[in-house]
């Protein structure tokens, strides 16, 4: 066959059993055969960490062996995630070659992702304080005015000066609102 010539000359093939769930009276789902299925991340993705030795198992369909490949990638990249140094993370890497799901001890693609999701955390990090930096110089700018204005025509020219349209119509209405209802309690 032409695909087992994708698959690495010393890989291992696991026979993979599924874990089988059942529901019980109250609508709980549970696995049945706990001792019997395969655990992949404790069975698979530990030993090939350890031994560096590829291990792949084989799916009745495509579609089951991308999702199992989508779903335990995933599962080592959110390891990986937090872990501050990228040696102690997990050096797996998962493939999809036809029906067959393939575990191989790559260190240099599990580098290349941990740095690409570091310099991620550390953009969206740097956003988030240019933000929270911007919003204390404003409210830094407003708070050290000499004056700040206490009647109500005054607050309005200064809502002019300092705040876009928008803001000064909403302000308007309810200084408005505010009015009437004073004018109403009085009555």
């Known amino acids: 066959m032409q695909i087992l010539n994708w698959l690495p000359p010393h890989a291992h093939q696991i026979r993979y059993i599924s874990p089988l769930y059942e529901e019980d009276r109250e ?6 055969n706990e ?17 560096k030795i590829p291990m792949y198992y084989r799916r009745r369909t495509t579609e089951l ?6 779903q ?24 999809v070659i036809g029906k067959r799901v393939l575990f191989i001890y790559d260190e240099e693609f599990v580098h290349k ?5 570091k310099n991620k955390e550390e953009l969206q990090n740097k956003i988030r304080k240019l933000k929270e930096q911007k919003f204390r110089d404003y409210s830094k700018k407003i708070l050290n005015r000499d004056e700040i204005p206490i009647k109500a025509n005054e607050f309005i020219e200064w ?12 302000v308007t209405d309810s200084m408005e609102r505010i009015t009437s209802d004073q004018e109403h309690d009085r009555q």
Request: glycine share 2%; proline share 1%.
């Open 27 to 32: 609508g709980d789902r549970y696995c049945y």
């Open 35 to 51: 001792d019997e299925a395969t655990e992949v991340w404790r069975d698979i993705i530990r030993k090939v960490h350890k031994t």
């Open 65 to 70: 062996a991308r999702r199992d490949k989508y």
């Open 72 to 95: 335990y990638q995933e599962s080592v990249y959110n390891n990986n995630d937090w872990k501050t140094n990228w040696t102690t993370s997990i050096h797996v890497r998962v493939k």
């Open 113 to 117: 992702v941990w740095i690409a999701n």
């Open 159 to 170: 809502l002019d000066n300092e705040m876009p349209e928008v803001i000064h119509e909403v």
